[in-house]
């Protein structure tokens, strides 16, 4: 079984440019999760959906940053201008929403390098 | 502010040994999970505790979950160079959102 899709895997990229990360869910789960990982910082939540609609958005950093989910199958993160400080491992993660504590499936990441 | 400190921050010891790690807050959660992370994956979850004062074992893996559901520890008797990684304690406010510690990264030499 497929699990978490992300891409691009690596992403070096300029300050002020367009930063576009892809995630790809598991088929069935109806909850969807953005992380950044640092090593100041570890790893914070950014942003979930449930079944597609924004339900917590506490933990994005500025405007900067924004998340889409169009359909069940496929969110974006992006970030507009990007900064040097933003160079970390995004991680998403999805899970089938169950009412208690859920098993979030983590993809491999998407490390990103603002220079 | 750091709702989750783990500690050690940092563990290298021979394959053979006991370990523990801890993870300790101030604040309850409905539950709790350690997850393990490889270098260059996401994290993969081991378990989730949910009862204070519950217990679990994984194999040669122990997990307790402190009574007053603030604090966890994970056991791990007669490490394994194959339990090298970042173990990461995450604590669920409500059922969905989970707030992370730094990890422990572990070194486990043959």
């Not at chain 1, 079984?1 to 895997?9: K, L, Y």
């Not at chain 2, 009574?67 to 966890?72: E, F, G, V």
Request: proline share 5%; hydrophobic share 35%; aromatic share 10%.
């Amino acid at each position: 079984d497929a699990g978490v899709i992300q891409s691009p895997r690596h992403e070096v990229t300029e300050m002020g440019q367009e930063v576009t990360l892809r995630c790809k869910p598991i088929s069935g789960h109806n909850s969807l999760f953005w992380y950044r990982q640092t090593m100041m910082r570890g790893l914070e939540l950014l942003i979930y959906f449930n079944n597609n609609v924004p339900i917590d958005d506490s933990g994005m950093p500025e405007d900067r940053f924004s998340a889409k989910m169009p359909n069940a199958s496929f969110s974006t993160l992006k970030i507009q201008p990007s900064e040097p400080r933003d160079s970390a491992v995004y991680f998403c993660a999805s899970s089938l929403q169950t009412g208690f504590t859920d098993t979030q499936y983590f993809g491999p990441g998407t490390r990103l390098t603002v220079l | 502010t750091q709702l989750l400190e783990q500690s050690p921050q940092f563990l290298s010891i021979q394959e053979g040994e006991n370990l523990t790690v801890y993870c300790n807050s101030s604040s309850v959660f409905s539950s709790l999970q350690w997850y393990r992370q490889e270098p260059g994956e996401g994290p993969v979850l081991l378990v989730t505790v949910v009862t204070g004062g519950e217990v679990k074992k994984l194999k040669r893996l122990t997990f307790q979950f402190g009574d007053a559901r603030k604090d966890s520890s994970l056991h791990i008797t007669a490490a394994q160079t194959g339990d090298t990684g970042l173990y990461l304690c995450a604590g669920a406010k409500g059922a969905q959102k989970l707030v992370f510690g730094q990890g422990t990264r572990l070194t486990i030499n043959p």
